[in-house]
């Protein structure tokens, strides 16, 4: 299962890179950085400093629409939202592509256009902000998952409790902000 992290340090308590390193000590797999109201330099500045944290699982860090700062900052991917650019247009060795898909064929097209996986939601009601989309429901989760062959990822409203639920759907792991900063508090 791929566990995805993704950073909202406005909803903190505490200091982001303090939960990244949390996180990746843990071994989530994936840590997306999504701060879209930083500059390209404290982005750039922020990617840096996570990737020197200590790694010991070998964590992804991807760069959440930025690719050029991805790039720049050395980090392992970056994730488009939906309606970019197709991701061939970034494709650069060892760097994951993955795009932010909210129907079936969303989720077609972004493996037509080369992404390595979909992030697919939201699955239920968002826990940390709205999105003004209806919850897909396990259904329309399942429908994704069997559409593709690239990891399709479950997000929105995705907690401890139901995270089998969306496994058992098919889907091929889990992203999300709420869940694994909780998980990391409870943790500290």
Known sequence: MIRCYITDRRTLAGSLLDTIARNLAAGIEWIQIREKDLSARALFELVEAADKLPNPHGSKILVNSRVDVALAAG?????????????LVWRH??????????????????????????????????????????????????????????????????????????????????AGITMFQELVKSNS
């Open 75 to 87: 980090a392992d991917g970056a994730h488009l939202p939906s309606g970019s650019p197709p991701a």
């Open 93 to 174: 060795p060892r760097f994951l592509i993955g795009v932010s898909c909210h129907s079936v064929d969303d989720v077609r097209n972004a493996e037509k256009d080369g992404a390595d996986y979909a992030v697919f939601g939201p699955v239920f009601p968002p826990l940390s902000k709205s999105t003004g989309l209806d919850p897909r429901g396990l259904d329309g989760l399942a429908r994704a998952a069997a559409a593709v062959t690239i990891p399709v990822l479950a997000l929105g409203g995705v907690t401890r409790e139901n995270s089998d639920l969306c496994m058992s759907a098919g889907a091929a792991g889990i």
